[in-house]
C-alpha cells in the first residue's frame, strides 16, 4: 500500500541554525500538508500546498517557515532560523483533495532544538 | 475560527468493555476525521464522516450534523486498541486542512 515517508525520522540542530525537512506524499496525491505537534499538546495545522503553491497557512508559519516542492516527489518544509520552540514533531500529509478524502500522514520527524 | 472539543482525555478500561469518546466541533467545520495516534507518533486515520454512522471492525463513528456532534465507540475492547483518539475537523473551504482536537488517551487493561 503507497505510503507517505519522512526523513529524517530525528534531527537535532542547533538554536538559530537552518532545518530542511524532507516528505515524499503519495504519487498521485494533489494537496500536501505539514502539521506539527509540540510535546505533550494538539495537532497544529502550519500549511497545506497544492499545484505549487501554499493554499492555506496557519498563524504559526511565519516568515521563518518555507515550503517548496523541488522535483514531482519530495515536499520539503524549511526552518530558516532555528528556535528552542520550534521543537516538536512534523507531520506530512497528503490527499486527493477531495473533502471525502482520508488525509495520509507520514511518521513523522522529530525535531530537537538545543 | 475552528474548534474542536473532546472528551474524555482519558480513559482507562477493562478488557471487553464498551468505549465511547465524544467530540463537538464549531460552526466552521463541515467533516470529521477520527484519527488514532500510537505511543511512537504515527498518525492513521480511521474514518472520515460527514454525515450518518460508519463501521470498520469493532469501532464504530457517528455524527449528528445538527448538533455537531461526533462518538467513536469501540466494542470488545482489547488492550491493543490502547492508543490516543484524535477527533479533527475539515474546514468546508480551500484545502481541507485539519482542525485537531486535543485527543483521549486510551488504556485497555486486560
Known amino acids: 500500500e503507497p505510503e507517505v515517508t519522512q526523513t529524517p525520522s530525528h534531527q537535532v540542530t542547533q538554536m538559530g541554525q537552518e532545518v530542511i525537512l524532507r516528505c515524499v506524499p503519495i504519487?498521485?496525491?494533489?494537496?500536501f500538508y505539514w502539521y506539527r505537534q509540540i510535546l505533550g499538546q494538539k495537532v497544529e495545522f502550519l500549511v497545506s500546498?497544492?499545484?505549487?503553491?501554499?493554499?492555506?497557512k496557519s498563524e504559526i508559519f511565519d516568515d521563518q517557515f518555507s515550503v517548496e516542492r523541488p522535483d514531482g516527489s519530495n515536499f520539503t518544509l524549511k526552518i530558516r532560523s532555528t528556535k528552542l520552540e520550534d521543537s516538536a514533531m512534523y507531520f506530512c500529509a497528503s490527499n486527493r483533495g477531495q473533502i471525502t478524502d482520508t488525509q495520509y500522514f507520514g511518521p513523522g520527524t522529530r525535531l530537537t532544538v538545543l | 475560527k475552528n474548534e474542536v472539543e473532546q472528551s474524555p482525555q482519558n480513559l482507562t478500561a477493562q478488557e471487553g468493555e464498551f468505549i465511547t469518546i465524544n467530540c463537538s466541533y464549531s460552526?466552521?467545520?463541515?467533516?470529521l476525521h477520527w484519527l488514532q495516534q500510537h505511543p511512537g507518533g504515527g498518525i492513521v486515520s480511521l474514518f472520515m464522516l460527514s454525515s450518518g454512522k460508519k463501521k470498520h471492525g469493532r469501532l464504530i463513528a457517528t455524527i449528528n450534523i445538527q448538533e455537531k456532534h461526533s462518538s467513536l465507540h469501540i466494542t470488545a475492547s482489547h488492550p491493543r486498541d490502547s492508543a490516543v483518539y484524535i477527533c479533527a475537523g475539515i474546514s468546508g473551504a480551500g484545502s481541507y486542512q485539519l482542525t485537531f482536537g486535543k485527543g483521549t488517551k486510551l488504556s485497555v487493561i486486560p
Open positions: 460552526v466552521g467545520i463541515s467533516a
Open positions: 504519487s498521485n496525491h494533489l494537496y
Open positions: 500546498f497544492y499545484n505549487n503553491e501554499i493554499s492555506e
